[in-house]
């Protein structure tokens, strides 16, 4: 992942903790926990600039973080004046040239965003199962160039702050905090999971559907873009868009059901509630 100089003076300044934990340092630059116990390692921060926290938690002073992602992402390395190099590269956000039909290994792709085959091909592997946007699969060993300049383009400007989910990443998380508002029924809006999780509304969107998908036929709920398709499987037979207009003339009925709970802008339904309703003479 890449961070530019504005997008990291932006999320300083929204950062006022004079002591940061290394969670605020990963999002703060945009890297891994990984990579964030690299630079700590390396042993440039000073015994005054670090203390312990609630729960043992490491904090570094917020002037000590500011030097140690300016030194790592935008500095040269020591005695050159070649940047920095690897999947966080800063770059702007700018389509990559490429001729028609033209083919990318990773040698390629590394050229031209200015990192290592590795760097790329880590980055990649990161991606391969985004919900929304996972990284052009290769036929052969190359890829579609258009497809991943498409790809760095939207990587760019997003920036989703997304790793490859484990069994214990974010995925079941939102799935847990889906359980939790289902059970009250609680609304789960977009803004607030990307609030939550410090993600993007593209990302949170992504979760949400996954988390959706995953729990909403286990708890029998039924989206109200799907009813049409129930409307059709008990014998409406109009057009899609009568079918459309009648689900909405059945949920204005007195006896409909009343929504169950709103999911990412979604409204869900009981299906059995729903099955009821469309059971229900179609006249009137």
Do not use: C
Request: charged content about 30%; glycine content about 8%.
């Amino acid at each position: 992942m890449t961070t530019t100089r504005e997008q990291f003076e932006q999320r300083l300044a929204a950062l006022r903790d004079p002591w940061i934990t290394r969670r605020q340092v990963r999002e703060l630059a945009g890297v891994s926990e990984k990579t964030v116990r690299n630079w700590v390692a390396e042993g440039t921060l000073g015994p005054s600039t670090t203390r312990t926290g609630p729960h043992n938690a490491q904090l570094i002073e917020r002037a000590a973080v500011v030097a140690l992602i300016r030194r790592n992402l935008f500095e040269p390395k020591d005695g050159t004046a070649v940047p920095r190099t690897g999947p966080r590269l800063a770059a702007e956000p700018q389509r990559l040239s490429h001729a028609p039909g033209e083919q990318w290994g990773w040698a390629d792709i590394a050229r031209r965003r200015g990192v290592t085959p590795g760097a790329v091909s880590n980055l990649a592997k990161a991606y391969e199962n985004h919900p929304v946007r996972p990284f052009p699969r290769a036929v052969g060993r190359k890829r579609d160039a258009a497809a991943v300049a498409e790809w760095f383009l939207w990587y760019d400007t997003e920036r989703p702050g997304y790793a490859a989910r484990r069994a214990d990443g974010r995925v079941p998380k939102v799935v847990a905090r889906l359980e939790a508002a289902l059970a009250g029924p609680e609304d789960l809006t977009t803004t607030r999971l990307a609030h939550e999780l410090g993600v993007t509304h593209t990302v949170a969107r992504a979760y949400l559907a996954e988390a959706a998908r995953q729990l909403m036929p286990h708890h029998r709920l039924v989206a109200r873009g799907d009813i049409a398709g129930l409307l059709e499987q008990a014998g409406h037979d109009g057009t899609p868009e009568q079918r459309r207009e009648r689900v909405s003339t059945l949920l204005r009925r007195k006896d409909a059901p009343r929504r169950h709970i709103t999911v990412g802008g979604t409204d869900y339904y009981e299906k059995a509630a729903i099955d009821r309703l469309l059971s229900s003479p179609l006249e009137g």
